[in-house]
Each structure stands twice: as structure tokens, then as C-alpha cells.
């Protein structure tokens, strides 16, 4: 019998009946022919708007990037010429420099000669309070002496006096120099590590402002303070020209809060030669304000309200007016790191996600780039282009000197470079909804006579349809018994004829049905009177098996020492612990009473479980039964208890056998024997000693015949000593993250309570042990020992 399922239909729903889907079928119909006349004139209207916004839009954009990259190209020549002209002047103040370096004749007596002149003598005056020398004020150049160059009454060492001598030379030519040429807010010489005196042009409180800007800096060398890294560059260009980034010794610096005048500043750094060029003596100096930088980009004129901006290969940005940083999202911090103070807005830390993405481009290449950004809450257009300027050697903040290609950006609106082409394009949108309207309004006119044709026509087709219907929500609802009556021959016809035949085949298999579940749910009450069954007989063997299990476990705790055994041993302080893995453990140890000593035993079985558990309880009673007999010898004693051990083995076709080592002590002397773990010893001083047992033993149980393999070894066991005897249960067990827990970490915890009792030595032991398992599953027998000489 095939199985037969028929959804309910949804009687009565206006919008689901087959009258309404005949009107709208009929009503699609005229409607797609109307509307294939109209979408053909859409699409070639709207091509033909498409054509035009794309010619306008390529020409347009052609034209402007070319305009743009040869606007950027003619601003970053000037820019690259206002370094230049820098970079001149700090060549002639340098060149001058190194000349009376290389002939320290003629500087010594240049400075000599402008010494005895009194419009160049430096009147030096100590600051007790700030601890530097400084010239008073109104002479040429301003020159400042620190701390560490000058003595206890704060007088400069001869060769730092020489030096200031020296340097009065620079007087003869930094005024002019600053007067000529690209404009400039000061220049300055500063002599070599050793001596880092600073004479600059024109005067001002220069070391009171170091104070005031840069607390600290007369504590250490100016050149480790200030500009960490830049010295050391300059020494490993002598040793290796080829290391230097850009094939020039001028090192721009990255903008700065300048420590005498307290502005922003960009300086240019030259530094000067001994005479066999083996080693830096200083270096001379020049600075410009960013205001000098931001002259050069705020002159660029770029439509209505675009601008420039120039910034580092790190996207931080150094000049740009304060309207425009806006617009670019960023915002001004003071960056961290060694040496003066800097600051940063970076670009690529911009508020707005276009402008974090932008790239530099690569040296001697212009990019331009569409962004988008929010001004006053509304999304804005623009266009971004870069173009690198000419290499330069640049220090950072952090340290370090590297080649850097400063970038000249220019910004322009979008909406100021397609404006034609967006008045073009709202023209032909306007056209276009016109044509749209006049096509909606026809179709949706066609659309109504026909629908008011249509009504009339369904309801003569689909009469046969609605009774069929309504047989069928009847049938759903249980009435087998319905039938449609069949009139015609056609289509409609055939569909009743097909659903009375299946009315009839659902209501034989329903009958049939509910006879079969009526004998399943009998054949599933039977079954399940058996699985009770089953399980009530299955509860209680379990209980039995825990009862047996429960047993050995108390009969394997009742024959390990007391505590009243232990104490019986005058000279020993002993402390033991056992934890099983299962139920029942197969770990043994025990303490056997000897006159004026004590024979103590540590083992451990194989596995762990039930099996492992019975051995333990044989080597605990072959063990007692051979101290009772008097067996001392360790060696016999052993090798007895093996024989003993194996026999049963074999019998019980067991595949287990164990470690075994045994203590004897008497008259301050411990003799140790049998295969186990090692035995730690750690004496009343302190020391830690490690004993192995590879060689005293053999595994008990594995073969029957061991005398060769045992041997003994005697140690001193004095008044303070302790003696600690474990199972691989504790070097072994695992932390949470799969770490053992290992003998070092044993060593360690016996060595920081090892002044203390047994058993205060074994609670730390466990307690650590614990610690380090966590709240893993503990997965072996845990057993310890420890022994304390009284």
C-alpha cells in the first residue's frame, strides 16, 4: 500500500484560489506585453544616458589627473629646492667647521685672536642652582656648558675650557649666514660626546629653556638625551660609507618641540670629523619652523577649497592648515618614545577608514586615490594625490637613522572636479523619469479594462475547480466517504475521477493502519517489561561488585602501618601517605619494626585496579612473614620474596609484577636495595643527595631467579637528615596543560620545609603535588615516605 499524505487547501482565501490566479495570469499576460515595449525604450534611454556620463566622466577625469600629477610634480621641484638651499647653508657652516678641525692650528689661534676681542670674549656665569655654566646675555651667540663637563665648584675642565675657546670662531660666521639665504630660526654648534658644549645663533636662554622644556637633560650626555642612536649612526658611516641611507652626511629630523625657542621645529644636522676621520667631533646645525614648511603647501591653489599637506613615509603628517586636518580625520598627539619630544598625527591613524587605508607611493611615482569622508554628518568625495619628494637622511624620535622620501599630498573634492559632469547627468535623470511616468501610467490604464474583462470569464472555468475544493478540505478532515461528481471529459474531469479513486485507497489504508499500530504498541509494552527486567538484575550485580571492590580497599588500608608502628622506632620520625587511582591501589609500602632500627619498603605495581591491588597484598605478606622468620640480609631478603612473588604470579597467570626497594636502618647508617625510584636525602645543612636503584635490583615477579642482579649500597643517616622515598605517582602526575610535576620540583619543596617534621614534610609534598594536578583526573597510585633522623 502506498503511503499517501495531502495538505489541507486554504479554503476560502481570496488571494490562494485558482479564480484569482487565472484573472492575474490573463492580467500578466497583457501586462508583459505592454511592459517589453517599455523596458526597450528604458534600457536605450538608459544607455544612452550611461554612454554620456561615461565620456564626460573619463575626459573630465583624464583632464584632471593630468592636471593634478603636474601640479604636484612643479610643487614637490620647489619643495625639493627649499631643502636644497637648506641643505647649502648647513654645508657652508660645516665646511667652515671641519676646516679649523683639520688644521687645529689655525682654529686655536682663530679662537685665541676673537678671545681678545671684546666683542667676542664669552663672560661665562655658573648656575648653582641648575649646575651649568652659561655667556650673559647680548653677545653673539649664546653657549651653554653642562654639569657633567664642569668640576665640584663648577669651573670647566681645561679641554672643555679649550674647546668653548675654540668654538668662538663659529661667531665669525653663523650671524651671517643666518641673515642670507632660505630663512632660518636658528644655528648651532655642539661639540663631540665627550664634550657636548653648544654655542647658538642668535642668543637666547637656551639652557633655562632646556630646563623648563626637558627636565633632567644636565644629568646626561646631550647626545644620549636628545637624540639617542644619532651618533653612533654617524661613527658607523666612517666605519662604512656604504651604510649610510642616502649617499649625503646631512640627518633631517622629524618635527620636534625645540628646546630653546619651545616651537615646533624641523632640524638639519651635519656632523663633523676629527681630522683622520676615525671618529665624530660634533656637529653643526640648523633649524626651520614648520610654519617655513607650511608657507610652501599653503600657497597651493587647487579648485575652490582643495589643498596640500606634506608628510613622512610613515604617514605622519607635518604641515596642513587646521580646517583641512579636519576634513583628513586626524588628530595631534605627542609621541612616545627616547629623546625630544615629537609629534604625531598620522594619517594612517585617521578617523575616517579611507583615509587609515591610503598607501605611500614609491619613490619617484604620484598616486591618486577616491576616499570617502564625514563632514558636518555627511559623506564627502575626494581626491587624494601623492607624490614623494627626493630622498634625505631622517632621525626619528625612536632612534635610528633611515632614507626617507617626504610625500606632497594634495586633497580636491570630487564634487569641484565632475561638477559639469553631475549637472549633465541630473539633465538626462530628469528626461528619463519623464519617459518612466508616461510608460506607468499607459500600462497601469491597460491593466484595469483588463481585469474588469477578465472577472466575468473566470468564474464560468473554474466552477469545477471550487467543488473540488471543497471535497478536499473535507477529506482532510477525516471524511473518507466524500466524493466529487464527475461531469465532462476534460481536464477537470479527470482530476475528480483521479480523487475519488484516492478518497477510497486513503480509507483502506487508514483501516489497515491503526490495525498495525494496535499490535506494535503490544510488541513495545513486551519489550519493555524485558529491558526492566534486565536492569534491575544489572543494578544489582553492580552493587555487589562495589561491596567486593570496597572490601579489598579496606583490607589493602587495614595492613598498612599505624601510626602506633611508627612511633615505636626510637631514632626515626616517619610520615607516610598512600592515595589509590582506582578503588584499589597498587602502590605498597610498609614499615617493619627491627630492634635498634627499622626496615621500611616502597613499591610499586603495574597498572592499578584490582589485580595490582592483590599483588600488593602478597609482597606485604611474603614481606612480614620473612621479617618474622629474621631474614636481615637485604639481598636474601629480596631475593626470597621474589621466588615467593613470582610462583603466585605464574599461578595466577598474572602479567604483573613491581619495583621494589627496601630501607635499612640501624646506628645512624641507612643500606638501601632493590629497583626503585630514586631516594632523595637531604641533610641537616641543606644538601640535597640523589640516590639511583637502577643497579640495586631487579623488577619482583618477572623472572624467578634475581641473586645476580641484587646489590645494596650503605649511606650516613645522622640526627637532622631526611629521607624521602616516593612512586612514580608523584614525579609523574599531570597538570591541567599535560606538564609532570618531576623530581626538581620534589627536590624544591623537601629542601624548604626540610627543618621540619615528617609529617609537616610530607602535607607540603602532597599539598604542592596537589596544587600542580589541579583539577585534573588523577591517573596513578600516589605513595610517599618520609623519613626524619630524630
Not at 651671517?176 to 639665504?181: K, N, V
Not at 466575468?456 to 473535507?474: N, Y
Not at 631487579?698 to 637532622?720: K, M
Amino acid at each position: 500500500m502506498t503511503d499517501i499524505t495531502i495538505s489541507p487547501p486554504l479554503k476560502g482565501s481570496l488571494l490562494t484560489s485558482f479564480r484569482t490566479k487565472f484573472i492575474a495570469l490573463l492580467g500578466g499576460a497583457v501586462l508583459a506585453s505592454l511592459l517589453l515595449g517599455g523596458v526597450v525604450a528604458l534600457w536605450n534611454v538608459a544607455k544612452l544616458s550611461r554612454d554620456a556620463s561615461t565620456e564626460i566622466e573619463t575626459g573630465l577625469t583624464k583632464a584632471s589627473e593630468g592636471f593634478l600629477e603636474s601640479y604636484i610634480d612643479m610643487t614637490a621641484q620647489r619643495a625639493d629646492l627649499m631643502f636644497a638651499r637648506t641643505f647649502d647653508q648647513v654645508n657652508m657652516l660645516a665646511n667652515f667647521t671641519q676646516r679649523l678641525v683639520d688644521d687645529p692650528k689655525l682654529g686655536r689661534d682663530l679662537g685665541g685672536l676673537l678671545n681678545d676681542n671684546t666683542g667676542f670674549q664669552d663672560s661665562m656665569v655658573y648656575d648653582a642652582q641648575t649646575r651649568w655654566l652659561q655667556n650673559r646675555s647680548g653677545e653673539p651667540s649664546v653657549i651653554s656648558v653642562w654639569s657633567y663637563l664642569l668640576d665640584g665648584n663648577g669651573k670647566m675642565r681645561a679641554d672643555v675650557e679649550q674647546a668653548v675657546r675654540d668654538s668662538t670662531s663659529f661667531d665669525l660666521i653663523a650671524p651671517s649666514l643666518m641673515e642670507t639665504g632660505q630663512s632660518k630660526l636658528q644655528m648651532y654648534y655642539v661639540g663631540p660626546k665627550e664634550r657636548p658644549i653648544m654655542r647658538t645663533v642668535p642668543y637666547s636662554d637656551q639652557a633655562q629653556n632646556f630646563d623648563k622644556l626637558y627636565p633632567g637633560h644636565n644629568d646626561k650626555n646631550w647626545w644620549d638625551f636628545f637624540f639617542p642612536g644619532v651618533y653612533e649612526a654617524w661613527q658607523q658611516w666612517l666605519k662604512d660609507p656604504a651604510s649610510r641611507p642616502v649617499a649625503n652626511d646631512i640627518t633631517v629630523l622629524a618635527p620636534y618641540v625645540d628646546a630653546i625657542t619651545g616651537q615646533l621645529i624641523v632640524s638639519y644636522f651635519q656632523p663633523i670629523y676629527n681630522k683622520s676621520r676615525s671618529d665624530v667631533a660634533g656637529m653643526v646645525g640648523v633649524d626651520i619652523t614648520l610654519d617655513q614648511l607650511t608657507q610652501l603647501v599653503q600657497g597651493v591653489k587647487i579648485a575652490d577649497t582643495g589643498f596640500a599637506f606634506l608628510a613622512q613615509q610613515n604617514g605622519n603628517v607635518l604641515t596642513v592648515k587646521g580646517e583641512d586636518e579636519k576634513l583628513l580625520g586626524l588628530t595631534e598627539v605627542s609621541a612616545a618614545g627616547t629623546g625630544v619630544t615629537s609629534n604625531e598625527r598620522s594619517l594612517f591613524k585617521s578617523s575616517f577608514p579611507d583615509i587609515a587605508n591610503l598607501r605611500m607611493p614609491r619613490p619617484g611615482a604620484t598616486t591618486i586615490s577616491k576616499v570617502t569622508v564625514q563632514k558636518d554628518g555627511n559623506p564627502v568625495g575626494l581626491l587624494v594625490v601623492m607624490h614623494p619628494l627626493q630622498p634625505i637622511n631622517m632621525w626619528q624620535a625612536n632612534g635610528g637613522i633611515g632614507a626617507e622620501n617626504l610625500m606632497l599630498g594634495f586633497v580636491v573634492p570630487e564634487s569641484e572636479v565632475y561638477a559639469s559632469l553631475y549637472g549633465a547627468q541630473k539633465q538626462i535623470d530628469t528626461a528619463t523619469n519623464r519617459i518612466v511616468k508616461g510608460i506607468l501610467a499607459s500600462v497601469l490604464g491597460f491593466l484595469a479594462l483588463v481585469m474588469l474583462l477578465s472577472i466575468p470569464l473566470s468564474r464560468r472555468f473554474t466552477a469545477g475547480l471550487v467543488g473540488l475544493a471543497d471535497a478536499a478540505g473535507r477529506l482532510t478532515k477525516g471524511d473518507y466517504d466524500v466524493r466529487v461528481p464527475v461531469k465532462g471529459r476534460d481536464e477537470v474531469a479527470l482530476v475528480g475521477t483521479a480523487f475519488n479513486s484516492l478518497a477510497r485507497e486513503i480509507r483502506d489504508h487508514t483501516e489497515m493502519l491503526e490495525h498495525r499500530v494496535s499490535e506494535r504498541t503490544g510488541q513495545l509494552a513486551s519489550a519493555n517489561d524485558e529491558i526492566q527486567r534486565l536492569y534491575d538484575k544489572m543494578k544489582d550485580e553492580n552493587l555487589r561488585l562495589g561491596a567486593e571492590l570496597d572490601v579489598a580497599r579496606k583490607i589493602q588500608m587495614m595492613v598498612m602501618p599505624t601510626q602506633s608502628e611508627l612511633e615505636r622506632i626510637p631514632d626515626l620520625d616517619i610520615a607516610g601517605f598512600a592515595e589509590p587511582a582506582d578503588e584499589v591501589g597498587g602502590d605498597y609500602y610498609d614499615v617493619l619494626y627491627v630492634p635498634g632500627g627499622a626496615k621500611i619498603g616502597i613499591g610499586d605495581v603495574t597498572g592499578h585496579g584490582v589485580e595490582s591491588g592483590v599483588l600488593m597484598l602478597m609482597v606485604q605478606s611474603v614481606s612480614r612473614a620473612l621479617y618474622e622468620r629474621g631474614v636481615t640480609d637485604p639481598r636474601e631478603f629480596l631475593d626470597v620474596l621474589n621466588r615467593s612473588i613470582f610462583k603466585n604470579v605464574e599461578r595466577t597467570r598474572s602479567d604483573r609484577h613491581l619495583s621494589l626497594a627496601f630501607v635499612d636502618y640501624a646506628d645512624d647508617q641507612a643500606t638501601i636495595s632493590g629497583q626503585h625510584e630514586e631516594v632523595i636525602i637531604v641533610r641537616k645543612d641543606g644538601e640535597v643527595e640523589r640516590l639511583d636503584t637502577m643497579d640495586l635490583g631487579f623488577p619482583i615477579g618477572l623472572e624467578e631467579n634475581i641473586h645476580d642482579f641484587l646489590a645494596s649500597v650503605t649511606v650516613p643517616f645522622t640526627q637532622g637528615d631526611t629521607m624521602v622515598l616516593f612512586t612514580d605517582g608523584i614525579t609523574e602526575a599531570e597538570s591541567e596543560d599535560g606538564k609532570l610535576y618531576g623530581i626538581s620540583n620534589l627536590i624544591a619543596s623537601v629542601k624548604r620545609v626540610h627543618a621540619g617534621t615528617a609529617g609537616a614534610i610530607a602535607d607540603t609534598i602532597i599539598a604542592d603535588v596537589r596544587a600542580h594536578i589541579g583539577k585534573q583526573k588523577v591517573h596513578d597510585d600516589i605513595t610517599l615516605v618520609v623519613l626524619k633522623h630524630r
